[in-house]
């Protein structure tokens, strides 16, 4: 029963611990996105078009990370009975 206790408990800590990381990771993007669109609005410097490009990429990878997270922790964590 200690067993099945400890599984639930360590299944938990990561899945916290991975959505602290992707919400961390979220708000960094959301403040990069946020910058580089009112620098875009006062100049239309193609450096800052080019960020723009890079801090998308980085939103996008993200989004990656986070669904093969999802695949490995949550959903082995389903199949136990």
């Known amino acids: 029963m200690h067993e099945i206790a400890n ?3 360590l299944f938990f800590a ?3 611990i991975a959505t602290a990381i992707h919400a ?3 708000i960094v993007g959301i403040a990069i996105l946020a910058t580089l ?3 875009i609005r ?3 410097d193609l450096r800052h078009r080019a960020a723009l490009h890079s801090a998308a990429l980085y939103w996008h990878f ?3 990370v986070w669904i093969f ?3 490995l922790i949550y959903l082995p964590g389903r199949s136990v009975s």
């Open 7 to 9: 599984g639930v408990q």
């Open 14 to 16: 990561f899945s916290f």
């Open 24 to 26: 961390l990771h979220m």
């Open 37 to 39: 669109v009112v620098l």
């Open 42 to 44: 006062r100049s239309a």
């Open 62 to 64: 993200v989004d990656v």
């Open 69 to 71: 997270l999802f695949a």
